[in-house]
């Protein structure tokens, strides 16, 4: 699976949109970028997931260059519960994996009011 | 839908001890697996079930075992607790370990081993 480079963290006022970079230069045609995020204690949350097209659903919208090597995740109205660590992972998507979620260091955004 | 539920939330345990940490889903997943989670180490897969009788071993699964007897359950069973073992485990599912299923994950369970 390609490896992924967010920014350690970031800040955001209550109300705006939380735009979270993730570059993921080597990724392969057939691997997907998934979003997730974890709030303090509690399990990692499914966002969104895309494979080139961009993406949107009620809790987020997920852009992807047209070249595939970065991604951005939106949240475009940030509450002071949005705080969490988020995610950016690539899945391969062809049956030999494990099903396996690498989960890296993450972005760990800060909601301010 | 209850989703992915996890029991018990905390536990302590000796050195030596075991237990069986208890993780169900009623979404009719057929891919089930267990986490555990370290500050610094992230999330490690320890076992992982694609269907009720088959499962196979993830990147940590030294002193863990596993069944898959239903498509609900999948029970994480510690032999001999160590100290090493204390952690947050975390259940996951989804249709299937494909990437083009999401997966849902439960609430965790805290252990402590002393």
């Known amino acids: 699976d390609a490896k992924t480079t967010q920014p350690t963290s970031m800040d955001c006022a209550e109300g705006r949109a939380a735009n979270l970079p993730c570059n993921h230069s080597?990724?392969?045609?057939?691997?997907?970028v998934y979003w997730y995020r974890q709030i303090h204690s509690q399990g990692p949350q499914y966002i969104i997931h895309g494979l080139k097209n961009n993406e949107t659903n009620e809790m987020a919208s997920l852009i992807i260059t047209e070249d595939r090597k970065s991604s951005t995740l939106i949240l475009p109205h940030a509450t002071l519960r949005d705080t969490a660590v988020y995610y950016c992972?690539?899945?391969?998507?062809?049956?030999?994996?494990?099903?396996?979620?690498?989960f890296g260091q993450g972005t760990t955004l800060q909601v301010k009011p | 839908n209850a989703g992915v539920t996890q029991t018990p939330k905390f536990q302590v345990l000796k050195t030596g001890q075991s237990m069986t940490l208890q993780c169900a889903q009623d979404?009719?997943?057929?891919?089930m697996s267990w986490y555990r989670q370290d500050p610094g180490m992230g999330l490690r897969l320890i076992h992982y079930s694609v269907g009720a009788g088959i499962t196979d071993q993830g990147e940590v699964p030294n002193g863990y075992n596993v069944s898959r007897s239903t498509t609900e359950d999948f029970p994480l069973r510690l032999l001999s607790a160590a100290p090493s073992q204390t952690s947050v485990y975390f259940c996951a599912s989804s249709y299937s370990k494909s990437s083009y299923n999401e997966q849902f994950f439960g609430p965790g369970t805290r252990l402590t081993v002393l």
């Open positions: 080597t990724i392969s045609g057939n691997e997907y």
């Open positions: 992972i690539v899945r391969v998507s062809f049956s030999g994996n494990t099903g396996k979620l690498i």
């Open positions: 979404m009719n997943h057929e891919y």
